[in-house]
T-cell receptor, first 114, second 116 residues
Framework: AAGVIQSPRHLIKEKRETATLKCYPI?????VYWYQQGPGQDPQFLIS???????DKGSIPDRFSAQQFSDYHSELNMSSLELGDSALYFC?????????????FGEGSWLTVV | AQTVTQSQPEMSVQEAETVTLSCTYD???????LFWYKQPPSRQMILVIR????KQQNATENRFSVNFQKAAKSFSLKISDSQLGDAAMYFC?????????????WGAGTKLIIKP
């Protein structure tokens, strides 16, 4: 079965640079989520989109922005990167009312800021 | 606000034996979902099992089963015939069914070690 696809899987950026992560949700899923997971932590919710509209916002820094496009793929843009932004970033998707609203995760994108 | 508590930071079990991971949660809602996710060293987040709160029957997926006690707000995961590949961080998570946009509420995780 198709899963959530994230790219790139790894990237290294310098402080103050910009990074963009891409996500392709499971086909027909109507909600996309972005999570950030630091070392030894549980995933922290950043932002979500329902049918291409922002639906919920968590602890996303103002330096970060995200959007969902007409083809349902989503991008997380991170600017003025800081060392503390180094983390594993998950994209996830779900279908409202489907499979108990289960959220399925991609394999994650590792961001290292140096 | 809902909370999820995993009181066991680390558990170890001998290969082929059975282990139970604990999870308790707090909510005032009556309709919700509970999940166990597994995160192996690769850090991929993998769904293990799902339980709908309105279902009294405990969910089962092959060697994985849950003991869902709604009144006690307890949701433990039992892993039978433990295998080396089960070694991972296990997260218990809660999701409201009363708003489809609610995100997951996570426990702190339990690190499971499998002894060969």
């Amino acid at each position: 079965a198709a899963g959530v696809i994230q790219s790139p899987r790894h990237l290294i950026k310098e402080k103050r640079e910009t990074a963009t992560l891409k996500c392709y949700p499971i086909p027909r899923h109507d909600t996309v989520y972005w999570y950030q997971q630091g070392p030894g932590q549980d995933p922290q919710f950043l932002i979500s989109f329902y049918e291409k509209m922002q639906s919920d916002k968590g602890s996303i820094p103002d330096r970060f922005s995200a959007q969902q496009f007409s083809d349902y793929h989503s991008e997380l843009n991170m600017s003025s990167l800081e060392l503390g932004d180094s983390a594993l970033y998950f994209c996830a998707s779900s279908l409202t009312g489907g499979n108990g609203n289960t959220i399925y995760f991609g394999e994650g994108s590792w961001l290292t800021v140096v | 606000a809902q909370t999820v508590t995993q009181s066991q930071p680390e558990m170890s079990v001998q290969e082929a034996e059975t282990v139970t991971l604990s999870c308790t949660y707090d909510t005032s809602e009556s309709d919700y979902y509970l999940f166990w996710y597994k995160q192996p060293p690769s850090r991929q987040m993998i769904l293990v099992i799902r339980q709908e709160a309105y279902k009294q029957q405990n969910a089962t997926e092959n060697r994985f089963s849950v003991n869902f006690q709604k009144a006690a707000k307890s949701f433990s995961l039992k892993i039978s015939d433990s295998q080396l590949g089960d070694a991972a961080m296990y997260f218990c998570a809660y999701r409201s069914a009363e708003d489809s946009n609610y995100q997951l509420i996570w426990g702190a995780g339990t690190k499971l070690i499998i002894k060969p």
